[in-house]
């Protein structure tokens, strides 16, 4: 039987150890964690405002647009930009996914739902696109940085540093719990990544 290739075996033994991370702190971390951090969420409120979903989406898709247009009227676009189209595109979808098919079918309340009272479970089908586990802003981030890592080596460490900030900062504001931006961030990355190979092996058959 032929071995699976070298990248593969890479990514498996990561999600398992990500699964495994991700079990332990959904049992043990979150719900102690966010009872700590409660109300944290006011000091940082304005960021929920600057940095929504709803805000970065339309960034994003701004710069796709604008960059779809761009390679229309010029007939092509330099590595960079393209590299940034397939950065936006990818973190559209895996955040459209993640928000439509993943959080429904995991329904994990959020912190907030559960400082009030809600089970900190997963509630399987039960969920909607406002559930917290996945996190959503670390699919959205990750997917965006993962297209960006896997084409430009030199961001990885510099993307990495602006990955942990932002799950800090979430889990510190209230918004997610530890598992949810653990797990957010490892799909998130695993998405660009993906795509980013899509994009390097549509360029070597042409």
Known sequence: MQRFPLALRIWVGSFVACAA???FSFAEMDVAVA???WRGHRHLGYLGTVFGAAVLLTLESAVLLSLILARVTRGHLSRFRETLAIACLASICAYGINDQVLKPLFGVQA???V???ARHAFDFAMGFA???FPSGHMVLAGAFAGVFMRLYRASIWPL????????TLLIVGDWHFISDVIAGTFLG???GILAAEGWLAHLHQK
Not at 160 to 167: N, P, T
């Open 130 to 132: 406002g559930s917290s």
């Open 115 to 117: 400082i009030h009272g």
């Open 160 to 167: 990495a540093a602006l990955l942990l900030i932002s799950a």
């Open 21 to 23: 991370v991700v079990a």
């Open 111 to 113: 912190p907030a739902a």
């Open 35 to 37: 009872r700590q951090l």
């Open 189 to 191: 990355v695993s998405a």
